[in-house]
């Protein structure tokens, strides 16, 4: 007969305040097999564990059932309680009466106090049927993959790399660097952003243990903490990057015309192309989507002979390469190679994007004169289009008014309810920038709050407003296009408490960061899932802030949430620690609530094997030449969908047994 | 005395029952009737469970499974409701009232959409009144 112990735990007054404590130790008293039932206003700090400890060193309990918070946060902790003092670890089960009881009932304490007797019988009930489980452990391939090469993924990388460990850097573009990379100055010290981050990058590009794998894609990921198999698609640059030097001389040929994403659509680049003067590495790309085939042939086809001089007529990409990097008679797989790798671990660093302003129909989108901050920011960048000269898009004047709009798309429920939360920063830094540069021009920011939380951030903000920047409080309705290119922002002053209209030769919108749109693809790949906001979902928003509910897989920078610079390096450096630990551990535990098969039991129907998304079952043959099916222990995951089909109730999932799981039914039935 | 339903809720521990937790979490309000019980995957759940669960007396039975496309294990969900909606075909003719359970999906993220659930189910059960095992009439 198992000898069960409840502690129940005030959480100071979460769930005392609510929750009649006192009422609930006395009903698990009741309940079969409880032999002693105790409170303490947090079972979770070292005198609440302590109890515990005592009870399970005097031979008293040896099973546990603490009511308190979620599992999901503490049932670690109390484990660790068990083991301490010998007993199994997986012989405890949690109540939840806090955050799904005294949390949600605070307005009704007699149905909470209710309602938390019945959740400590059920975990009773499920403790009653508990059974010892044994950990396993697996080798872990010490090795680690970043994906995303802006800011985050690079020092990821270079702290994992520092650390001994071989490092995939894997980026989607030409070039690793990022948003970082297209940045002009950075708030608030307006240091170069090129001139702090290209260092880094070289340094990335040259490190002995990072593999820099830029214009590749992840396929797929496999396998789990320690051992995850990596399919990575090389996209097919169709410029042997062996021989490419970086020249440039392919980019300059190139007659096809496409919007240069690297300055945010204000410029137009060829298809063969390299991604912006500083890249890492510097090799070029010709992107097939926008090639014009000038040459007239197809890729992978001899070159017609030219009658008159009896050469070949080459394309002016190939015949512009000095190197002899562009071969377009070489047939080449227009997908790609798949190179496979194996990690110990991955941290996910795969950005954001800015909303585009076409997507704000009032505030005249069509308008070339409307820029977002990231076209603002390659306008007066030294490596823009304009090579830094301030000159407004629709028609190469100088601007004398320019409007800032704050908030687009940001705190707004049509779009987004989040706060892109740098956004009045870098509209601030911006607007100085060329207040200091320009201090005949009338700048008008409207902001709806100013938000500088930030080591000198709000000091920042009062030098804007000392060199005669014009800061309005209220939101603005809409935009209306007036002749010679010019705008007419009409908004509302909420100090002055009226409604204004507002000239200017150039208006900025400050639009929201949200996540690429083909971010769920790829989010399901990994098996990580996306917040409310639409960013990656963290394992737990205070405590847990780099993991992900996928062991070994971690988060760094904006794919996690909106954040400026220095905290998008300290996440990079945080997940890299965080990612650093099962590869330097060089073992990893594999959670033993996986699936077993009773061969006594099994009919070898087969009906499992298909289901499992894992392909971790398969038909055997037993001693009687019988097929039997057999899991695979470091394939499963435990989810049970093979264990709920098994006709025979051959298949068991430790941890959620049939016995306990009905032995929950009957109690919360009782 | 006022009848208050007793729902028994299996739910997926990476969506529903952390969908829950959040719903704590933003001190979301709903009725003191659902009690979880947690599985690693809606798919762990075997319809002879909410069955069971029926036979018992629960007044009403929820199974909280990701949304498709959501899920840990890449497509537990997709057995879930397919399982799920073959039982609730069934219930009428088993003699219970097929609004005494519900197959949703809520994620992680939605703790005011498992308030929103649960306020809206467990009032949908106070208008059926209790399970005809327990003396409620026979609505089936």
């Not at chain 1, 008293?60 to 979620?70: H, M, S």
């Given at each position: 007969?198992?000898?069960?112990?409840?502690?129940?735990?005030?959480?100071?007054?979460?769930?005392?305040?609510?929750?009649?404590?006192?009422?609930?130790?006395?009903?698990?008293?009741?309940?079969?097999?409880?032999?002693?039932?105790?409170?303490?206003?947090?079972?979770?700090?070292?005198?609440?564990?302590?109890?515990?400890?005592?009870?399970?060193?005097?031979?008293?309990?040896?099973?546990?059932?603490?009511?308190?918070?979620?599992?999901?946060?503490?049932?670690?902790?109390?484990?660790?309680?068990?083991?301490?003092?010998?007993?199994?670890?997986?012989?405890?089960?949690?109540?939840?009466?806090?955050?799904?009881?005294?949390?949600?009932?605070?307005?009704?304490?007699?149905?909470?106090?209710?309602?938390?007797?019945?959740?400590?019988?059920?975990?009773?009930?499920?403790?009653?049927?508990?059974?010892?489980?044994?950990?396993?452990?697996?080798?872990?391939?010490?090795?680690?993959?970043?994906?995303?090469?802006?800011?985050?993924?690079?020092?990821?990388?270079?702290?994992?790399?520092?650390?001994?460990?071989?490092?995939?850097?894997?980026?989607?573009?030409?070039?690793?660097?990022?948003?970082?990379?297209?940045?002009?100055?950075?708030?608030?010290?307006?240091?170069?952003?090129?001139?702090?981050?290209?260092?880094?990058?070289?340094?990335?590009?040259?490190?002995?243990?990072?593999?820099?794998?830029?214009?590749?894609?992840?396929?797929?990921?496999?396998?789990?903490?320690?051992?995850?198999?990596?399919?990575?698609?090389?996209?097919?640059?169709?410029?042997?990057?062996?021989?490419?030097?970086?020249?440039?001389?392919?980019?300059?040929?190139?007659?096809?015309?496409?919007?240069?994403?690297?300055?945010?659509?204000?410029?137009?680049?060829?298809?063969?192309?390299?991604?912006?003067?500083?890249?890492?590495?510097?090799?070029?790309?010709?992107?097939?989507?926008?090639?014009?085939?000038?040459?007239?042939?197809?890729?992978?086809?001899?070159?017609?002979?030219?009658?008159?001089?009896?050469?070949?007529?080459?394309?002016?990409?190939?015949?512009?390469?000095?190197?002899?990097?562009?071969?377009?008679?070489?047939?080449?797989?227009?997908?790609?190679?798949?190179?496979?790798?194996?990690?110990?671990?991955?941290?996910?660093?795969?950005?954001?994007?800015?909303?585009?302003?076409?997507?704000?129909?009032?505030?005249?989108?069509?308008?070339?004169?409307?820029?977002?901050?990231?076209?603002?920011?390659?306008?007066?960048?030294?490596?823009?289009?304009?090579?830094?000269?301030?000159?407004?898009?629709?028609?190469?004047?100088?601007?004398?008014?320019?409007?800032?709009?704050?908030?687009?798309g940001s705190r707004d429920e049509r779009h987004h309810t989040h706060c892109s939360r740098v956004?009045?920063?870098?509209?601030?830094?911006?607007?100085?920038?060329?207040?200091?540069?320009?201090?005949?021009?009338?700048?008008?920011?409207?902001?709806?709050?100013?938000?500088t939380p930030g080591k000198d951030f709000d000091e920042y903000y009062t030098g804007a407003i000392?060199?005669?920047?014009?800061?309005?409080?209220?939101?603005?309705?809409?935009?209306?296009?007036?002749?010679?290119?010019?705008?007419?922002?009409?908004?509302?002053?909420?100090?002055?408490?009226?409604?204004?209209?507002?000239?200017?030769?150039?208006?900025?919108?400050?639009?929201?960061?949200?996540?690429?749109?083909?971010?769920?693809?790829?989010?399901?790949?990994?098996?990580?899932?996306?917040?409310?906001?639409?960013?990656?979902?963290?394992?737990?928003?205070?405590?847990?802030?780099?993991?992900?509910?996928?062991?070994?897989?971690?988060?760094?920078?904006?794919?996690?949430?909106?954040?400026?610079?220095?905290d998008t390096v300290a996440q990079a450096k945080g997940a890299a620690a965080s990612a650093a630990?099962?590869?330097?551990?060089?073992?990893?535990?594999?959670?033993?609530?996986?699936?077993?098969?009773?061969?006594?039991?099994?009919?070898?129907?087969?009906?499992?094997?298909?289901?499992?998304?894992?392909?971790?079952?398969?038909?055997?043959?037993?001693?009687?030449?019988?097929?039997?099916?057999?899991?695979?222990?470091?394939?499963?995951?435990?989810?049970?969908?093979?264990?709920?089909?098994?006709?025979?109730?051959?298949?068991?999932?430790?941890?959620?047994?049939?016995?306990?799981?009905?032995?929950?039914?009957?109690?919360?039935?009782? | 005395?006022?009848?208050?339903?007793?729902?028994?809720?299996?739910?997926?521990?990476?969506?529903?029952?952390?969908?829950?937790?959040?719903?704590?979490?933003?001190?979301?309000?709903?009725?003191?009737?659902?009690?979880?019980?947690?599985?690693?995957?809606?798919?762990?759940?075997?319809?002879?469970?909410?069955?069971?669960?029926?036979?018992?007396?629960?007044?009403?039975?929820?199974?909280?499974?990701?949304?498709?496309?959501?899920?840990?294990?890449?497509?537990?969900?997709?057995?879930?409701?397919?399982?799920?909606?073959?039982?609730?075909?069934?219930?009428?003719?088993?003699?219970?009232?097929?609004?005494?359970?519900?197959?949703?999906?809520?994620?992680?993220?939605?703790?005011?959409?498992?308030?929103?659930?649960?306020?809206?189910?467990?009032?949908?059960?106070?208008?059926?009144?209790?399970?005809?095992?327990?003396?409620?009439?026979?609505?089936?």
């Amino acid at each position: 007969m198992a000898k069960v112990g409840v502690y129940v735990c005030h959480c100071g007054s979460n769930i005392g305040g609510v929750v009649d404590v006192e009422d609930v130790c006395k009903h698990a008293e009741t309940l079969s097999d409880v032999v002693v039932s105790r409170q303490n206003l947090f079972m979770c700090s070292d005198p609440g564990q302590e109890i515990i400890r005592q009870d399970i060193n005097n031979g008293l309990v040896d099973k546990v059932v603490v009511a308190a918070c979620t599992p999901r946060t503490h049932e670690p902790i109390f484990r660790k309680v068990l083991e301490g003092e010998g007993l199994n670890k997986y012989l405890f089960e949690m109540a939840n009466i806090r955050d799904q009881d005294s949390w949600v009932h605070a307005n009704d304490k007699a149905g909470a106090t209710a309602k938390a007797k019945q959740i400590v019988a059920s975990a009773v009930a499920k403790a009653r049927n508990l059974q010892p489980l044994e950990d396993k452990y697996v080798d872990v391939t010490k090795a680690a993959l970043v994906i995303g090469g802006g800011v985050a993924g690079i020092f990821a990388a270079l702290d994992l790399a520092n650390m001994g460990n071989k490092v995939y850097l894997v980026e989607k573009e030409p070039s690793i660097g990022g948003v970082m990379a297209q940045l002009d100055k950075t708030f608030p010290t307006n240091d170069c952003s090129a001139c702090i981050l290209t260092p880094v990058m070289v340094d990335a590009g040259t490190h002995p243990n990072i593999e820099l794998l830029t214009y590749s894609e992840i396929d797929s990921v496999e396998g789990y903490i320690g051992n995850f198999d990596v399919k990575i698609r090389r996209k097919q640059a169709y410029v042997d990057w062996e021989k490419c030097t970086g020249c440039g001389a392919c980019a300059d040929a190139c007659p096809a015309k496409t919007p240069d994403a690297f300055n945010a659509g204000l410029n137009n680049r060829g298809a063969a192309y390299i991604h912006f003067p500083q890249a890492v590495p510097k090799k070029a790309v010709i992107d097939m989507t926008h090639c014009i085939n000038c040459g007239g042939r197809k890729i992978g086809s001899e070159p017609k002979i030219s009658k008159k001089t009896g050469n070949p007529i080459l394309a002016p990409c190939e015949k512009a390469c000095p190197a002899g990097a562009i071969n377009r008679s070489v047939a080449v797989d227009e997908g790609g190679r798949i190179m496979d790798v194996k990690v110990g671990a991955i941290v996910v660093a795969t950005g954001y994007k800015v909303m585009e302003k076409e997507n704000f129909k009032n505030l005249a989108p069509d308008s070339p004169n409307v820029l977002t901050a990231l076209q603002l920011e390659r306008l007066i960048s030294a490596t823009g289009p304009t090579g830094g000269q301030f000159l407004r898009p629709g028609d190469g004047k100088k601007p004398h008014t320019i409007s800032f709009l704050s908030c687009v798309g940001s705190r707004d429920e049509r779009h987004h309810t989040h706060c892109s939360r740098v956004c009045c920063m870098y509209m601030i830094k911006q607007a100085k920038l060329l207040k200091e540069k320009y201090p005949d021009l009338e700048i008008y920011m409207h902001f709806m709050d100013v938000r500088t939380p930030g080591k000198d951030f709000d000091e920042y903000y009062t030098g804007a407003i000392d060199m005669g920047i014009n800061i309005i409080r209220g939101r603005v309705g809409g935009i209306d296009t007036l002749p010679e290119g010019n705008l007419r922002v009409m908004g509302y002053d909420s100090d002055l408490a009226a409604n204004i209209e507002i000239d200017a030769d150039l208006v900025v919108l400050a639009t929201a960061i949200e996540l690429q749109d083909d971010i769920k693809p790829f989010a399901q790949k990994l098996s990580l899932t996306l917040d409310g906001s639409g960013f990656f979902k963290e394992l737990h928003p205070k405590l847990k802030p780099v993991d992900t509910p996928v062991e070994g897989i971690f988060l760094a920078g904006c794919c996690q949430g909106p954040k400026d610079i220095p905290d998008t390096v300290a996440q990079a450096k945080g997940a890299a620690a965080s990612a650093a630990v099962p590869l330097s551990q060089g073992r990893v535990r594999i959670n033993p609530t996986i699936s077993e098969v009773n061969q006594e039991k099994c009919s070898g129907c087969g009906i499992c094997e298909p289901l499992c998304p894992y392909a971790a079952i398969s038909m055997i043959e037993n001693v009687a030449g019988h097929p039997r099916a057999r899991i695979e222990m470091t394939q499963c995951k435990g989810c049970g969908v093979c264990t709920t089909a098994c006709p025979s109730t051959a298949i068991q999932l430790y941890g959620y047994t049939e016995d306990q799981i009905m032995a929950q039914i009957c109690a919360l039935t009782a | 005395m006022e009848f208050v339903p007793n729902i028994i809720g299996f739910a997926c521990q990476w969506c529903t029952y952390a969908g829950a937790d959040l719903a704590g979490n933003l001190r979301c309000k709903y009725p003191p009737t659902v009690k979880l019980i947690k599985v690693p995957c809606s798919g762990r759940v075997k319809p002879e469970y909410v069955m069971q669960a029926l036979a018992q007396g629960a007044d009403g039975v929820l199974v909280g499974g990701c949304h498709f496309g959501d899920c840990h294990y890449k497509d537990g969900n997709h057995k879930t409701k397919n399982r799920m909606d073959m039982l609730k075909s069934m219930l009428g003719d088993l003699g219970f009232d097929p609004r005494r359970f519900r197959r949703e999906w809520i994620s992680g993220a939605e703790g005011k959409k498992f308030a929103e659930v649960i306020t809206d189910f467990t009032k949908e059960l106070i208008e059926l009144g209790p399970n005809p095992l327990k003396g409620g009439e026979n609505n089936g």
